[in-house]
């Protein structure tokens, strides 16, 4: 099994928070993984994503072409990314309007959703639909990888 994701959006949106609580997870889960991040000089308010591979074999390299799925946090990184997400999209409604693969577009509901935890929402939306981590890793992640606000977080996952 290896499983390659892009999480994408803007600086400060908690890209790189959801990308390194997903490889933390994988990590206790007991699976290898990868995590590589990439983003603009201004990081908030520019671009953002990581690169997160999940295996159970040795992982050769963290970069990839095509992925296997996209958290896109907003339409500017659905229509970069989709192109490159083999089966499943993750993203909000503006951003499910874009995708050109309808199919393969699970839309997560963030309005009324407090800002800060849209990353949240969406990394436990993907979750649910994958299983790529365990409930009890991801919450653990959580826990390791947050400074603050760890409840929160957990609670906006919904898993």
Same mark, same amino acid.
């Given at each position: 099994?290896?499983?390659?994701?892009?999480?994408?959006?803007? /600086?400060?949106? /908690?890209?790189?928070?959801?990308?390194?609580? #997903?490889?933390?997870?994988?990590?206790?889960? /007991? @699976?290898? @993984?990868?995590? #590589?991040?990439?983003?603009? +000089?201004?990081?908030? =308010?520019?671009?953002?994503?990581?690169?997160?591979?999940? &295996?159970?074999?040795?992982?050769?390299? +963290?970069?990839?072409?095509?992925? !296997?799925?996209?958290?896109?946090?907003?339409? +500017? &990184?659905?229509?970069?990314?989709? +192109? %490159?997400?083999?089966? *499943?999209?993750?993203? !909000?409604?503006?951003? =499910?309007?874009?995708?050109? %693969?309808?199919?393969?577009?699970? @839309?997560?509901?963030?309005?009324?959703? !407090?800002?800060? #935890?849209?990353?949240?929402?969406? #990394?436990?939306?993907?979750?649910?639909?994958?299983?790529?981590?365990?409930?009890?890793?991801?919450?653990?992640?959580?826990?390791? @990888?947050?400074?603050? /606000?760890?409840?929160?977080?957990?609670?906006? *996952?919904?898993?």
């Amino acid at each position: 099994m290896e499983y390659r994701v892009i999480i994408s959006g803007f /600086g400060g949106q /908690g890209v790189l928070f959801a990308g390194k609580v #997903l490889a933390q997870a994988a990590v206790y889960d /007991g @699976v290898n @993984v990868s995590w #590589l991040p990439s983003y603009d +000089p201004e990081m908030r =308010g520019g671009t953002c994503n990581c690169r997160i591979v999940v &295996s159970d074999k040795e992982i050769s390299s +963290p970069a990839f072409s095509e992925a !296997d799925a996209l958290i896109a946090m907003n339409v +500017p &990184s659905a229509e970069r990314f989709s +192109p %490159d997400a083999a089966s *499943l999209i993750v993203t !909000d409604a503006a951003g =499910g309007e874009v995708c050109k %693969d309808g199919a393969k577009v699970q @839309v997560v509901d963030v309005v009324g959703c !407090d800002t800060a #935890l849209i990353n949240m929402a969406m #990394l436990g939306a993907f979750i649910a639909k994958t299983g790529i981590v365990s409930r009890d890793s991801v919450h653990a992640a959580i826990r390791s @990888v947050a400074k603050t /606000g760890a409840q929160e977080d957990i609670d906006a *996952l919904g898993i």
